[in-house]
C-alpha cells in the first residue's frame, strides 16, 4: 500500500476543510460533499502544477487561447449539443426544446408555482419564458389557476395529459443524458459537476438580481473574492 498517497490525501482534506470553513462535524461525508471537495481537488492540483510550471510563462490552452475564453466558447458548444440531442429524442412530440421538458420537470417536483417561479427557476428572461408556458398549455399538457392570495397571479401544474407526456419521454431523455456526459468516467463527471456547480453558484445571483452593475464592476467583485 502507498502510505505517501494516503498521507497526502489527508492533507488535503485538511486544506480542504481549513479553506472552505467545513468543520468535518458530521459523521458520514456526503455524495455531494464528496463532489465538492472532488472539484476543490482538482483545481488544487491543477493550480499547483500551473505554479510549477510558472517559469515557462503565461498559462495558455494548446490553442494559444485563455483559459477564461475558451470556457465561454466550450459550455456555449456543449449546451448547443445537448439541444440538438434533445430536440432528436423530442422530435415525434409536441415539446419543441428541451426547454419544454425542463419547465414540465420542474412542475413535476414542485407543481403550483407561479409563472414567474418557473421562469426565474429556468434561467430564462420573462419574454422567453412565458412563451414556453403559453407552448405548454395550448398543447394541454399544462394547466394554469388561480392563486388563492393573490388573484392577479396564476399557478401552474401538469394535466394528465402532461404527466403522461412525461412518463413517455422519460427513458428517451434518460438515454440523451448518458450522450451528454459522453467517454468521461465517473470520477470526471462528479469532478465536471462540482466544477458548474461552483460557476452555477457564482451566476445565478447575478442574474436573479436587480442589481445593474456593468461588466467591469462585476469583475472588479470577483477579483476581490
Known amino acids: 500500500m502507498k502510505y505517501g498517497l494516503i498521507r497526502q490525501l489527508i492533507d488535503y482534506a485538511e486544506a480542504y476543510e ?16 464528496m ?27 494548446v490553442s494559444g487561447a485563455a483559459p477564461d475564453t475558451l470556457i465561454g466558447k466550450l459550455v456555449t458548444y456543449l449546451y ?11 422530435n415525434d412530440t409536441p415539446l419543441v426544446s428541451s426547454d419544454d421538458f425542463a419547465y414540465m420537470i420542474s412542475l ?10 418557473l421562469i426565474q ?20 399538457l399544462v394547466e394554469q389557476q388561480n392563486d388563492e392570495t393573490d388573484k392577479r397571479s396564476k399557478r401552474l401544474k401538469l394535466t394528465d395529459a402532461g404527466v403522461a407526456m412525461l412518463h413517455q419521454i422519460w427513458p428517451r431523455m434518460v438515454q440523451t443524458s448518458i450522450l451528454i456526459g459522453g467517454p468521461l468516467s465517473n470520477t470526471e463527471k462528479l469532478q465536471l459537476v462540482g466544477l458548474m456547480e461552483r460557476l ?9 438580481s436587480d442589481r445593474s452593475e456593468s461588466t467591469e464592476e462585476l469583475v472588479r467583485e470577483l477579483q476581490k473574492k
Open 108 to 117: 413535476m417536483y414542485k407543481p403550483l408555482q407561479t409563472k414567474v417561479e
Open 200 to 208: 452555477h453558484q457564482f451566476h445565478n445571483p447575478i442574474f436573479l
Open 35 to 61: 463532489v465538492y471537495f472532488l472539484a476543490w481537488l482538482n483545481e488544487r492540483v491543477a493550480a499547483e502544477k500551473q505554479a510549477d510550471q510558472a517559469a515557462d510563462g503565461p498559462v495558455q490552452s
Open 80 to 90: 448547443r449539443y445537448a439541444r440538438s440531442l434533445t430536440k432528436r429524442a423530442l
Open 121 to 140: 427557476y429556468n434561467i430564462h428572461e420573462k419574454t422567453t419564458g412565458m412563451e414556453i408556458i403559453r407552448r405548454l398549455i395550448a398543447n394541454g
Open 18 to 33: 481549513r479553506e472552505t470553513a467545513h468543520t468535518g462535524g458530521a459523521a458520514e461525508v456526503t455524495d455531494s460533499e
